[in-house]
């Protein structure tokens, strides 16, 4: 009884420690993976979600003062009469 108590404690250690082993290796290896997928995204040269969400709210609201601003330019030319 003794000796089947040890032998299922040591295989309950082995069990227990091959479990962390196997999340810690798993753990790795995703961080090696977002570090790959940083390092492509660094040298394309792309933008993040939030950085294009910004980046496109100035391009609006540049193109609505372009807008606001070209009637105002049409109302000043007049034309010249051909003498």
Do not use: H, W
């Not at 609201?61 to 003498?83: C, G, T």
């Amino acid at each position: 009884m003794k000796n089947s108590k040890y032998i299922i404690d040591k295989l309950a250690r082995l069990l227990e420690q091959g479990l962390v082993s196997s999340k810690d290796i798993s753990t790795e290896i995703l961080n090696i993976l977002k570090s790959k997928r940083n390092e492509l995204v660094f040298r394309l040269k792309l933008t993040s979600k939030d950085e294009f969400e910004v980046l496109s709210k100035r391009v609006e609201n540049l193109e609505n003062k372009i807008e606001k601003m070209q009637p105002k330019n049409k109302n000043k030319l007049k034309r010249v009469k051909k003498s």
